[in-house]
Structures are given as structure tokens and as C-alpha cells.
């Protein structure tokens, strides 16, 4: 019980600090609304846990035998990361309201915690540090992966409603702009590390 409390903790603290997840909850806050972005909250609230199920179950042994897999997902997540910043950043006020843009979906969501960098570091940081090699592992793996769901509904919904509370403060087209725009680039920062992780794996000389 006692670990698992440590796990829940971990999950907290790694759940509700800034990452592309909740940076991108927030603006979908800003832009539409909490009905509109439930289907988003959703998906990152069930796929998350998900994700470190596989990844305890061993779906990271797969990336281990074959890691130039783990490279492209990791490119091409990154890719995806960075056209997803440019789409917050120039999201116009007006094109939200006219239905010219459309929140994330729920399997939207759900996939795009496979290219998610942070989620990564969270699940595989979890596995090493809360999986023991006398303990029974699927036991630990399933406490693991409640930690996250439990923690990730109020976590993320969180940044949700700050989003929604931010959006009454944005009440001119300026400054939804300016915020959409600071979404972008707090969004394309995240994902520097792995920009430059990228970086020294194919061009730094060896």
C-alpha cells in the first residue's frame, strides 16, 4: 500500500506539470469550450494508461529489439508536434467560431499519446522505478497503470477548466490570438529536447 501511494504521488506530479497533453487541454479550453473538448479530455485520460499498460506488459521490449521503429515514431511524432504548434499558433479567433476548426477526437487523442515524448518518459520512468524484480510484476504493472488513470481525470481536467476560465479574461479577438499564439510556442518548447535529441543522433559526429 505504500508504494502504491508512492505510484499515485509520481502520477500526480508528472499528470499535472506542463506538457504537450495539458498545454494543448487548455487551449482546447480557450478556443471550444468543455463540451466540444470532452472527447479530448477522454482520450488522453483512458489512452495514457493504456499506453502504460502495453509498455509495462512489455511493448517496449519491441523497441528494444527493433529501435530504429522507436526512431521513427520519435520523428515522426516530433513532425506532428511541431505542425500541431503552428495549428494553435495561427488559429484565428474567427475560424473557431465559425466551425472551421475542430477540437481533438477521442482516438485522436489516444493515439497521439504513442508520440507523445513526455508520455514516454513517464511510462518507462514509472516501469523502472516502481517494478521490482522480486515482486509480482503484473500486480505492480496494474497498480502502476490505476495510478495514472486515477490521477489523469482531475490532472488534465484541470488544465481543461483552466482553459475555460482563461478564455472569459480573453474577451477580445487580440488577445485570443496572443494566446493562441503562446500555446504554440510553449507547445513547439516541449518539444526542443527531443529536437535536439534528433539533432545529435543523425548529424553529430560520431
Given amino acids: 500500500m505504500e508504494i502504491f501511494w508512492a505510484v499515485l504521488f509520481f502520477a500526480f ?26 472527447p479530448h479530455w477522454l482520450g488522453i485520460c483512458l489512452g495514457f494508461p493504456f499506453m502504460v499498460l502495453l509498455v509495462g506488459l512489455g511493448f517496449a521490449v519491441v523497441f528494444e529489439r527493433f529501435p530504429h521503429l522507436h526512431q521513427l515514431i520519435k520523428v515522426l511524432g516530433t513532425v506532428y508536434l511541431v505542425y500541431l504548434a503552428w495549428k494553435i499558433a495561427s488559429a484565428h479567433p ?61 490532472c488534465v481536467g484541470v488544465w481543461l477548466l483552466f482553459g475555460v476560465v482563461l478564455k472569459k479574461l480573453l474577451n477580445n479577438t487580440f488577445a485570443q490570438r496572443l494566446f493562441n499564439a503562446a500555446m504554440g510556442v510553449i507547445l513547439l518548447l516541449s518539444v526542443l529536447p527531443v529536437l535536439l535529441e ?3 543522433f543523425y548529424f553529430s559526429p560520431v
Fill in 13 to 38: 506530479s508528472t499528470t499535472i506539470t506542463p506538457g504537450p497533453n495539458n498545454v494543448m487541454m487548455m487551449s482546447s479550453g480557450v478556443n471550444y469550450g468543455i463540451k466540444a473538448s470532452l
Fill in 198 to 200: 534528433l539533432w545529435q
Fill in 94 to 154: 474567427q475560424s473557431i467560431a465559425t466551425g472551421k476548426s475542430k477540437p481533438m477526437s477521442f482516438w485522436q487523442a489516444v493515439l497521439f499519446q504513442w508520440i507523445n515524448g513526455k508520455a514516454w518518459v513517464m511510462a518507462s520512468g514509472a516501469m523502472a522505478a516502481f517494478t521490482s524484480v522480486g515482486g509480482v510484476y503484473w500486480l505492480e504493472v496494474s497498480s502502476i497503470t490505476l495510478a495514472f488513470l486515477l490521477m489523469a481525470f482531475p
